[in-house]
């Protein structure tokens, strides 16, 4: 049972280049959401997905798409880095009942990712 | 506004001594309110959950204490320890469903030996 993996660790862009973040995870949860970290700041939501087949944009969605086609995996995709971009990207999942009731969050270990 | 603040910032403490950090939140409807340990590099992991109708949680030498009359929590740390070095995230979901959540900026802790 290795959680929610993330891939890769570091990456370093340049500006208008694209790249797909990985994540899968094995707990079977029905929730799957895409964060960054700014340095000194909480994590902002990009996009999230309540299953498979479902994805829905967050606070912070411009410049990223997502994409939720098995309930393992959930890749995020950015098109044309900026360096804005430059940030930590972390992958999270959860179980959630309806629409009141989530059971907490597993978080993966995160992507540093730099644009230059 | 919905928003969680997290103070202080950052705080230094010698190994074995006792620790209080503290977040204020203003979400509406509150749902719940979680606190998370982050090492560095590391994604966050879990610490407490708590809901509306409990105002103390305990996870090992992590205490919780939740007032939702004054929307104000708190984490004790006991007799803390070198590991415990690391930053922790206050977070309070809507009772909208697990999407709703609000993160706090975090308190730096720094244990020194």
């Known amino acids: 049972n290795a959680g929610v993996t993330q891939t890769p660790k570091f990456r370093i862009l340049k500006i208008g280049q694209s790249m797909t973040l990985q994540c899968t995870q094995d707990m079977n949860h029905n929730y799957m959401y895409w964060y960054r970290q700014d340095p000194g700041m909480g994590l902002k939501l990009i996009y999230y997905?309540?299953?498979?087949?479902?994805?829905d944009k967050g606070e912070v969605p411009n410049g990223y798409n997502v994409s939720r086609s098995t309930t393992e995996d959930f890749p995020l995709r950015l098109e044309l880095a900026a360096p804005s971009q430059t940030s930590v990207y972390f992958c999270a999942s959860s179980y959630s009942k309806g629409r009141t009731t989530n059971y907490g969050y597993t978080f993966g270990s995160g992507t540093r990712l730099t644009v230059v | 506004k919905n928003q969680v603040e997290q103070s202080p910032q950052s705080l230094i403490i010698l190994e074995g001594k006792n620790c209080t950090l503290q977040?204020?939140?203003?979400?509406?409807?509150?749902?719940?309110l979680r606190w998370y340990k982050q090492d560095t590099g590391r994604g966050p992991v879990s610490l407490t959950i708590m809901t509306f109708s409990e105002n103390t949680k305990s996870n090992g030498r992590y205490t919780a204490t939740l007032d939702a009359d004054t929307k104000q929590s708190s984490l004790h740390i006991t007799a803390s320890q070198l590991s415990d070095s690391a930053s922790y995230i206050c977070v309070v979901s809507q009772n909208t469903g697990g999407f709703k959540t609000i993160f706090g900026a975090g308190t730096r802790l720094f244990v020194k030996a």
């Open positions: 977040c204020n939140y203003t979400v509406s409807p509150f749902s719940n």
């Open positions: 997905s309540v299953g498979a087949g479902i994805t």
